[in-house]
């Protein structure tokens, strides 16, 4: 299964956007990348997945490189509530396991 | 909506005791569940897959006689761990999948602690 690397932290500002970004050198052309997040004791939220084109819905956008070896997950507007583990995901079409790798902690300063 | 449950959310129990946590999805029918184990300050592992009305699907390295899984309905899969020992003592949690191969949804966790 094709690795994701991303940062072990990031700290934002509340109220000003968020980039993390996510390195899948190996991807393949089916594979699409998805984005979750955890809160502490909680189980994964989805926020956003994609292919390759870019993609947006209410809660982020998601930044998909050309050559699809990278992505960035985009939070226009952090607020103290986004803090957490962000996941991004590699999974095959209609093999649809996750393996999670180790994430990104956003901490949202007020 | 699309919402799964773990009962119980947390549970104590002493060392050679089983115990069940049960995944429910509530509006939907789940073709596909999964089961992953969390640590503290660690990432989800992957445990199981688990299909309706099959034989669950274990990852390398989890002990299928430790870890019993029963999919017996779209709604319903229960992880049972026998025997359990303190080093069980971990953060579970399933997920669940409509026939979309790409989103899956996610319980709030079940935390096990062994005495």
């Known amino acids: 299964d094709a690795k994701t690397t991303q940062p072990n932290s990031m700290e934002s500002n509340e109220e000003e956007p968020v980039h993390l970004p996510c390195n899948h050198s190996?991807?393949?052309?089916?594979?699409?990348i998805h984005w979750y997040r955890q809160l502490p004791s909680q189980g994964p939220e989805y926020v956003i997945h994609?292919?390759?084109s870019n993609v947006n819905n209410r809660m982020a956008s998601l930044a998909i490189a050309e050559d699809r070896k990278s992505s960035t997950l985009i939070l226009h507007r952090a607020t103290l509530r986004d803090a957490a583990v962000y996941y991004c995901?590699?999974?095959?079409?209609?093999?649809?396991?996750?393996?999670f790798g180790s994430g990104t902690k956003l901490n949202v300063k007020p | 909506g699309a919402v799964v449950s773990q009962h119980p959310s947390r549970v104590i129990c002493k060392s050679g005791t089983s115990v069940k946590i049960e995944c429910r999805s509530l509006?939907?029918?789940?073709?596909?569940m999964f089961w992953y184990r969390q640590f503290p300050k660690q990432s989800l592992m992957l445990m199981a897959t688990?299909?309706?009305?099959?034989?669950?699907?274990?990852e390398q390295g989890v002990e299928k006689d430790k870890f019993l899984i029963n999919h017996a309905s779209l709604t319903l899969s229960t992880l049972t761990v026998t025997s359990a020992h303190p080093e069980d003592s971990s953060f579970y949690i399933c997920?669940?999948?409509?026939?979309?191969?790409?989103?899956?949804?996610f319980g709030p966790g079940t935390r096990l602690t062994v005495l």
């Open positions: 688990s299909n309706e009305g099959s034989k669950a699907t274990y």
């Open positions: 995901i590699l999974t095959r079409y209609n093999f649809n396991k996750f393996y």
């Open positions: 997920s669940a999948t409509k026939g979309r191969a790409d989103e899956q949804f």
């Open positions: 509006d939907f029918q789940a073709t596909t």
């Open positions: 994609g292919l390759t």
């Open positions: 190996t991807i393949s052309g089916t594979d699409y």
